[in-house]
């Protein structure tokens, strides 16, 4: 079976044991994930993080060399 190892309250690992019983701090894996909170039986998915992007000028913010490479990369 798959159980998850749970330390200071939260997902570290997944393994697969024959037995809960084989370590200390295993619950079964049937829901939650590696990440995730885990309190009085339930899991909790941690806040979605909010990426931080920028547009950029092309033009005025990138070296003739930075254009090149960035036009090769796409060409790929």
Request: glycine residues 6%.
């Amino acid at each position: 079976m798959k159980a998850h190892v749970i330390e200071d309250g939260k997902v570290i690992n997944t393994i697969e044991v024959e037995s809960l019983e084989f370590m200390p701090n295993l619950v079964e894996a049937k829901e939650g994930g590696i990440g995730d909170s885990y309190a009085d039986g339930k899991f909790t998915r941690p806040p979605a993080t909010k990426e931080r992007t920028r547009k950029i000028d092309i033009n005025s913010e990138l070296t003739e060399s930075e254009k090149q490479a960035l036009i090769d990369l796409v060409r790929i």
